[in-house]
């Protein structure tokens, strides 16, 4: 307890005043994070470019540290993208199509995980969604909705709206097994949740770093299997995706054998100085301490919320296996509008979602934070 309060006051900066519970949105940065921010500007005023090979330096420990967060076979599957919508939409438009294949997705995906498989319907794919309330498990229900002319399932590793957690080991080996591509928009897993790519056979995984992974909005993960990079056409083109990217008297076309072909320009080296500074922090806590304190928040606001259940439904599923860090409640006898604005004017930061307000407290934040948060719940009146 010493210690998470010392770490809390130390790491970040947070307004005393405010009780942030919106890490499944827009999360605020560690100390180290903004002063690496600032570093980074004050450095470029001065100095310009001057030091270019040292921010080469920490973008390759960015890929490093992103590797050993997924646990990638290699820096070589990890390509740095613009967000997660950039990299769904390098995959989706990157593999060849027939009319008739499929894609299976769930019905409760963000909408970056569906609009980029409903666009393939020019190609004659089809989208299948997959109810995943009505089946016994999610994870068979979507399997059932797979068949021959499947090529692909894409799915949230954690629903955004009401926070079920899907079991990836289960549904990667079902793909493999019929070999089908898995496709796993990680947003809201990395940095709450312990992620590997080779345990549930994911295919492509990506992942902005602007919610659990504490870091600025424009700057995401983008892992593609080694084995499976050649299926990807290439749809964008720039100088620093080429093998011989420095030569810029070159006139080959060749791309470099690594992920980084879906780099086609400069690199983002602001965002990149901040996630390195983010992940730094992450990766000192360790995925499965803050993986713990994370489910410790979830349980804690269940176990609340089911002592009022006359007043609140509870929207996440309750077994610790099928949730990470989101939960979502409703009201019973008012909308969750009304909640969700009494709680904005006593400055708890939170989201609507799936029909009701949605908590994603993070590993830093303070027990008695969260159950003043609650507390607020409880003396609503609608
Ligand atoms: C599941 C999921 N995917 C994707 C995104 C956003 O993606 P992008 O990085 O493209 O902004 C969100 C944001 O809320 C999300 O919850």
Not at 15 to 38: C, F, G, K, M, S
Not at 99 to 127: H, Q
Not at 294 to 300: A, E, F, M, Q, S
Request: proline content about 4%.
């Amino acid at each position: 307890m010493m210690y998470k309060q010392a770490m809390q006051a130390a790491e970040f900066c947070l307004d005393p005043d405010t009780i942030y519970l919106n890490h499944a949105a827009v999360a605020p940065w560690p100390v180290r994070t903004v002063e690496a921010v600032q570093a980074f500007a004050a450095e470029n005023g001065r100095h310009g470019a001057t030091h270019y090979p040292a921010w080469l330096h920490t973008e390759a420990q960015l890929r490093e540290r992103l590797r050993t967060l997924i646990n990638a076979a290699s820096v070589d599957e990890i390509a740095l993208l613009k967000n997660t919508s950039e990299a769904l939409s390098v995959v989706a438009w990157g593999l060849p199509w027939s009319a008739g294949d499929n894609v299976v997705i769930s019905d409760r995906e963000f909408p970056s995980n569906r609009v980029v498989w409903e666009s393939l319907d020019t190609l004659g794919v089809e989208t299948r969604r997959v109810g995943l309330d009505s089946a016994d498990t999610p994870e068979a229900a979507l399997v059932a909705a797979m068949d021959a002319r499947t090529r692909l399932l894409s799915v949230s590793s954690v629903q955004f709206g009401n926070g079920l957690r899907l079991d990836l080991e289960t549904l990667g080996a079902a793909c493999r097994a019929r070999d089908i591509l898995f496709c796993i928009d990680a947003i809201q897993s990395l940095g709450a949740h312990r992620f590997d790519v080779q345990a549930c056979h994911a295919d492509f995984v990506m992942a902005d770093g602007h919610k659990w992974l504490l870091a600025p909005e424009g700057l995401a993960v983008f892992y593609c299997r080694q084995s499976v990079m050649n299926r990807l056409t290439l749809r964008q083109y720039g100088w620093h995706m080429l093998a011989e990217t420095g030569d810029y008297d070159s006139s080959s076309r060749t791309v470099a054998d690594t992920a980084r072909r879906f780099e086609c320009g400069s690199p983002n080296m602001l965002g990149i100085h901040a996630l390195h500074a983010s992940l730094g922090l992450i990766l000192e806590h360790g995925m499965e301490r803050i993986e713990q304190r994370v489910l410790d928040n979830t349980r804690y606001m269940l176990d609340f919320l089911a002592g009022r259940a006359e007043r609140f439904e509870i929207l996440t599923p309750p077994a610790s296996e099928r949730h990470a860090g989101i939960l979502t409640f409703r009201p019973r006898h008012a909308p969750a509008q009304a909640l969700f604005d009494w709680l904005h004017e006593h400055r708890v930061i939170c989201a609507l979602r799936a029909g009701g307000v949605r908590f994603s407290p993070h590993y830093h934040t303070p027990r008695a934070q969260l159950q003043q948060a609650l507390d607020r719940v409880d003396q609503w009146r609608a």
